[in-house]
């Protein structure tokens, strides 16, 4: 092989053939990121965002499929929540006296207490020689039991004896407003007890018409509904309202505390057109737009103002800014509003 061949034949080599480079002093980079490819997710600059799918199934993304419909149309009403009279009670001193512990000590907030228990008693008289003579006066009736009518000992007996406040239901005490050796005054509350699975909510109506067109109402606690039942409508007004009484049972109501504002949305018995969402699905532009992300392909997704009532705690009624058959992000939307 001449040397002509040769020279060709290591020209092919070297340019064929990957060898270690090593950087100069100064120059080594260490341990670099990765350059940023274009498949990562990103804002577009029509507003869009794209979304590849490996990241969507990080993200937790899911999408349904919008369809309208002829929908309940609700409205909101600020509500409170209130004892249920039949499954709660007060307990309130009949004498002034000064306050002792039941057997159990006395009872704490939260503590669960049965119907007919002892929670605390209350001596009568306290204080000053009243009580000392109306003592000593018993013990000289007792002396004299012969001769005496019994009707007068057992007033004596009376005077002196302790109140015993008790439970009447059984529940969780909601408040308690003494202490031991606390001098309190007749008919003034102790004790609140209630059934945190049973309470009532009082809503205010302001336009008359409502309480004779709710077909059904709802309350949103944390992430659960609860279905509420128009237990009785007020004769009278309060606030320029008609206060309106609903009652709503279940385990999600014990989260719940007696004094609470709550938004009651009640459905009507009118009708609107519309596309029923979760709430989960509605976000906020930069131009404080309700919006919703809906997804236009496979990796891609474009916010869409739109306008709404509610419908219930958990859903609401779209009536314009998308079409029916169109997918829309309800899980993770909040994630897919982040990305810039």
Do not use: C
Request: charged share 20%.
């Amino acid at each position: 092989m001449n040397i002509r061949k040769q020279l060709i034949l290591l020209t092919i080599f070297l340019s064929t053939t990957t060898l270690p480079v090593a950087a100069g002093p100064g120059h080594d980079h260490g341990d670099a990121a990765p350059v940023a490819t274009g498949n990562s997710p990103k804002r577009q600059a029509d507003g869009s965002v794209f979304l590849p799918k490996p990241a969507q199934r990080q993200l937790g993304v899911r999408t349904v499929m919008l369809k309208d419909g002829e929908l309940p149309k609700a409205l909101e009403l600020s509500g409170r929540v209130v004892m249920d009279p039949n499954a709660g009670g007060k307990v309130q001193a009949i004498v002034a006296g000064r306050v002792t512990p039941g057997p159990r000590g006395l009872p704490l907030p939260g503590q669960k207490v049965s119907k007919g228990e002892v929670l605390a008693y209350v001596t009568p008289e306290v204080g000053g020689r009243t009580r000392s003579l109306a003592e000593s006066r018993l013990q000289r009736l007792r002396e004299l039991s012969d001769t005496v009518p019994r009707k007068m000992i057992e007033e004596a007996e009376a005077a002196v004896a302790n109140e015993q406040l008790r439970a009447p239901v059984s529940g969780v005490i909601a408040s308690a407003s003494v202490v031991s050796g606390q001098v309190v005054d007749a008919r003034e509350t102790l004790f609140e007890i209630v059934n945190p699975e049973r309470m009532v909510i009082e809503a205010l109506a302001f336009d008359m018409a409502v309480a004779s067109n709710i077909a059904s109402a709802t309350l949103a606690v944390g992430d659960k509904r609860v279905m509420l039942k128009l237990v009785g409508v007020a004769r009278s007004l309060r606030e320029q309202a008609l206060p309106l009484t609903f009652r709503g049972e279940g385990v999600a109501m014990a989260q719940l505390a007696l004094g609470q504002p709550v938004k009651i949305v009640v459905q009507t018995r009118d009708k609107v057109r519309g596309i029923a969402v979760p709430t989960a699905a509605l976000m906020k532009n930069p131009a404080n737009q309700t919006i919703v992300w809906v997804k236009t392909g496979p990796e891609r997704f474009e916010p869409r103002p739109v306008t709404l009532e509610p419908l219930d705690g958990s859903t609401v009624a779209l009536l314009s800014g998308v079409d029916s058959g169109q997918r829309v992000a309800v899980e993770a939307a909040n994630l897919i509003n982040q990305i810039r």
